[in-house]
């Protein structure tokens, strides 16, 4: 059984870098074929793609994030990472990480981790 | 990028009711299209996949219909644990995108 668990800082102050890591268990995350996804939800429940990690390392992210996301594998550790440079206040967000089921739908889902950015 | 509208945002039935939820997209998505259910503090999760495929273990009471852009999710008896908000979701272009989300209430 697949399972993910986001962990990271709760309060980020604007300007500075968001970084949230992923633990997955019950399966290799270099095993070939699974994509890895980084999805935010807002105060007002819409829900937002950030981007993707291929096994392989190959990452592909959401245009409207503007160059601001980094997605990144630690096989070592069987996790992957987020990291968001230059937050504002609208980054303040659940943000979930998701494996991609089939094409491109999400199943399972980590629990989420909210990030609230404030000085 | 494919802008998903849903509605209507909030659906007030009771327990054994029928319940239709809509979903369309801004350009065709072909079936390209799936269904979660999100409970109040928890993840969303996948129900439908591809327009009409309940994904594993969702009950039969659960259904998906439509193609290009006109798309629906139908409960056919609410059970209390139905109460929830449920959002769709295209993966026929890029950026993948999300709808707003309908809440189903109790009545």
């Known amino acids: 059984q697949v399972q993910l668990q986001e962990s990271g800082p709760g309060l980020v102050k604007p300007s500075q870098t968001l970084s949230l890591t992923c633990k997955v268990s019950?399966?290799?995350?270099?095993?070939?074929?699974?994509?890895w996804t980084w999805i935010r939800q807002y105060p007002g429940k819409g829900l937002e793609w950030i981007g993707y990690i291929y096994y392989s390392g190959r990452t592909y992210y959401n245009p409207s994030l503007m160059g601001r996301p980094t997605i990144s594998l630690d096989t070592s550790k069987n996790q992957f990472s987020l990291k968001l440079t230059s937050v504002t206040a609208a980054d303040t967000a659940v943000y979930y990480c998701?494996?991609?089921?089939?094409?491109?739908?999400?199943?399972?889902w980590g629990q989420g981790t909210l990030v609230t950015v404030s000085s | 990028e494919i802008v998903l509208t849903q509605s209507p945002a909030t659906l007030s039935l009771s327990p054994g009711e029928r319940a239709t939820l809509s979903c369309r997209a801004s350009q065709s998505v072909s079936s390209y299209l799936a269904w979660y259910q999100q409970k109040a503090g928890r993840a969303p999760r996948l129900l439908i996949y591809?327009?009409?495929n309940r994904a594993s273990g969702i009950p039969a009471r659960f259904s998906g219909s439509g193609s290009g852009t006109d798309f629906t999710l139908t409960i056919s008896s609410l059970e209390p644990e139905d109460f929830a908000v449920y959002y769709c979701q295209q993966r026929s272009n890029w950026p993948l995108t999300f709808g707003g989300g309908t809440k189903v209430e109790i009545k």
């Open positions: 998701a494996k991609h089921w089939g094409v491109n739908w999400f199943d399972p």
């Open positions: 591809d327009a009409s």
């Open positions: 019950g399966v290799s995350i270099s095993s070939g074929g699974n994509f």
